[in-house]
């Protein structure tokens, strides 16, 4: 089974155009702004264009899928690893014909993630109109081959983005919790004036949030959690990342650890720390210090150690979690 891509959730990635805005506190070190400016193929920003890629890079997702219906197998393409699918600037046409091929694709699993998905819903009606010409659009059509995925990197991101994702018609949802940046309690989303625990299903109408039928709770399929990785990287609570593994066990969730980041959990096999490693102090409501001054006596702190990307690897507590739908 072929994997052309170092994202451990996925097996190809596909970027059909590149560019973007930050939107998220999970943007504040953004690895594709960095590498946009590395190789200066496309500026960042509210103000600047984005740049579709070649016909070539294109032409790829249709290999893939020849080689999976070959195989008698599935790979999962994530689109966009350098932009975002639902950006509103972004031309329409380009996004029409992102769905044509996906349409063309059915042996692909096409995760699409967006921070934004508070647009999905009428971009992919918009979309599936456009490429079938018919009355009935995306709602009607779901295509079982699209997984909808938002970022969400706090509780409060959780109360305002998740109801959203719920409200979008998929086959399936999923959470990408990278960075995580604060505690998520998953049983308890905000959403107006109702509590969720969306692992066991949420329950909206699509378009005003309101209860749905008994028989249709639609819940996230998936969670895919993991540290800040890169230049300026903040680092997680452990509790932060134990509780959404338990969340998802106790609801028989697939949890997907993908990685530490920069910093490790003192307790995950950090005996000796030297003098040339920064160790700093995380606080569960996401504050780090260098020394106990400045820490909440009222706060569970736990101690993380600066060891890199590599060498903080992603065993969790001696375990590799990579669950996913089946």
């Not at 079938?132 to 659009?137: I, K, L």
């Not at 702190?301 to 089946?326: H, N």
């Amino acid at each position: 089974m072929s994997k052309d891509t170092k994202i451990e959730w996925a097996d190809h990635t596909f970027n059909p155009w590149v560019g973007c805005t930050k939107v998220s506190p999970a943007c504040d070190h953004c690895y594709a702004e960095g590498w946009a400016k590395r190789s200066g193929m496309v500026q960042w920003g509210a103000h600047a264009q984005r740049r579709r890629t070649s016909d070539a890079n294109w032409r790829q997702p249709t290999r893939w899928n020849a080689d999976a219906k070959r195989l008698g197998i599935r790979y999962r393409v994530f689109c966009s690893s350098l932009a975002d699918v639902f950006d509103s600037a972004v031309p329409a046409q380009w996004r029409i014909e992102l769905m044509k091929l996906i349409c063309e694709t059915p042996h692909l699993d096409w995760l699409l993630l967006t921070k934004r998905i508070g647009n999905a819903s009428a971009m992919l009606e918009t979309s599936f109109r456009a490429v079938y010409h018919q009355r009935e659009g995306w709602a009607d059509n779901i295509p079982s081959n699209v997984w909808i995925g938002a970022t969400i990197c706090n509780q409060e991101e959780a109360d305002r983005d998740i109801p959203k994702l719920l409200a979008v018609p998929a086959a399936r949802r999923f959470l990408s919790m990278e960075p995580l940046l604060g505690p998520v309690d998953l049983s308890q989303v905000q959403a107006g004036s109702r509590v969720l625990d969306v692992l066991q299903g949420g329950g909206f109408h699509e378009t005003h949030f309101e209860p749905l039928p008994l028989d249709h709770h639609p819940r996230v399929d998936w969670v895919i959690v993991g540290g800040e990785s890169g230049h300026g990287a903040r680092p997680m609570h452990p509790q932060w990342v134990r509780s959404l593994r338990d969340q998802c066990q106790a609801a028989a969730v697939p949890f997907f650890f993908k990685q530490h980041g920069e910093w490790q959990f003192c307790d995950e096999g950090t005996a000796v720390l030297t003098t040339s490693r920064r160790m700093v102090h995380v606080q569960l409501d996401g504050s780090f210090h260098d020394s106990y001054q400045g820490v909440d006596a009222n706060q569970r702190v736990e101690q993380t150690v600066w060891v890199g990307k590599k060498a903080a690897g992603r065993m969790l507590d001696g375990r590799d979690f990579s669950e996913v739908p089946v």
